[in-house]
């Protein structure tokens, strides 16, 4: 008996974070989420999107992993930073070690089944610590002569630009200046063994990675389901794209 419904359409899984319910008869317990902007864009994009709650051994990872087709790692608090070997400076913001750990186990079990990974935001920190790099722990009190990377804007609503190599994901349909939106005081800082800088805003700060071998990993500082959720067709293209390299993947 067939006991698995198939779309053929690939399944997205949604790396979720989680926090504690603030109010309500439930407050204290954590809750697991997905901003629905990453569904909106993963159902733009003819994928099917799925909800993955925070386990945490390394063999819950790689069952998660093994049911989807990419996954999408989705934006959040700061990485603990003596996951990438150093102190804390006082701008460190709240992070949380189990969650970080979701994180990387992740990567690691999407990477070892040749699965595609799109990392957004914290994800892309994310990715660059789980493949060995560092972080910028505050880009204000860090990088001098930084633009706003933290906006009071609506999310999406473009902040800055970033310059785009030509030769990558992003170059392949993104026009070399483009705007995005930012809502990051963290950033990338020594680059992971085997990732390439994709893009960069005009201060230096590392806006996109890619890795250089191995199944497709691209990562963006940006929001770009924020950014479809406000109709830009480049940040739908994106999804779409990453859709699609996850269908030829398989
Ligand atoms: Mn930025």
Not at 46 to 70: H, K, R, T
Request: one cysteine or more; aromatic letters at 8%.
């Amino acid at each position: 008996m067939e006991t698995v419904f198939k779309t053929g359409r690939p399944v997205i899984g949604i790396v979720e974070p989680w926090a504690p319910i603030e109010n309500g008869c439930f407050m204290g317990a954590y809750r697991t989420y997905a901003n629905y902007p990453y569904v909106q864009g993963i159902l733009k994009g003819n994928g099917i999107p799925l909800g993955l709650p925070l386990v945490e051994s390394e063999e819950d990872c790689m069952a998660q992993a093994s049911v989807c087709d990419g996954i999408i790692l989705s934006g959040g608090a700061d990485i603990d930073v003596h996951l990438y070997g150093e102190e804390p400076r006082t701008k460190q913001g709240h992070f949380d070690r189990k969650l970080d750990l979701y994180y990387i186990h992740m990567i690691k079990a999407a990477r070892s089944l040749g699965i595609p990974i799109l990392g957004i935001c914290r994800g892309i920190q994310a990715v660059n610590v789980a493949f060995g790099g560092t972080l910028i722990q505050d880009i204000p009190s860090e990088v001098k002569n930084a633009v706003l990377h933290d906006q009071d804007a609506p999310p999406s609503n473009p902040c800055h630009f970033i310059d785009i190599e030509a030769d990558s994901f992003l170059g392949g349909f993104m026009p070399q200046r483009t705007e995005v939106n930012s809502f990051h005081h963290q950033a990338v800082a020594k680059l992971g063994t085997g990732l390439r800088v994709t893009a960069k805003s005009c201060d230096g700060i590392i806006e996109a990675l890619e890795n250089t071998d191995g199944s497709p990993v691209i990562a963006v500082q940006w929001h770009p389901e924020m950014m479809q959720a406000g109709g830009d067709p480049l940040s739908e293209e994106l999804f779409r794209r990453f859709v699609n390299l996850c269908e030829t993947a398989r």
